[in-house]
């Protein structure tokens, strides 16, 4: 069970977009893509069959996963995510911190 899904808000913890916030558009393995942050500029040649203009395009590059901690809006600040295994056998995320899981 992966600790950082899509659709969770992430606080990025190293790297020169250390302290913004974010929600995951996407995981790919060990990488993250967060909305807004690594924007990297990227030349591009125009497509004609593809409809797609030339020039250069802003988007978001992934970040390693271990470089992300998960939001807490409860503290306001990144925590560190455990995984609780419950008696019928189903996995839940839960904040190392307070013990209280991250779904609910």
């Known amino acids: ?3 950082i899904k899509k659709g969770d808000q992430v606080v990025v913890t190293a790297g020169k977009d250390k302290g913004k916030k974010g929600d995951v558009v996407r995981v790919a393995g060990d990488k ?6 690594n924007i ?3 030349h591009t040649k125009p497509n004609p069959q593809l409809g797609q203009p030339g ?3 802003e ?7 271990s470089n992300v901690m998960l939001f807490n809006p409860a503290t306001g600040k990144g925590e560190r995510v455990g995984i609780k ?3 019928d056998g189903r996995k839940l ?3 190392r911190s307070s013990g209280e899981a991250v779904d609910a």
């Open 40 to 42: 990297i500029k990227r």
């Open 85 to 87: 295994v419950l008696e």
């Open 93 to 95: 995320r839960v904040f």
């Open 59 to 65: 988007r978001e590059a992934p970040i390693h996963i």
């Open 1 to 3: 069970m992966n600790r």
């Open 55 to 57: 020039g250069v395009i």
């Open 32 to 37: 993250v893509v967060v909305s807004n942050v």
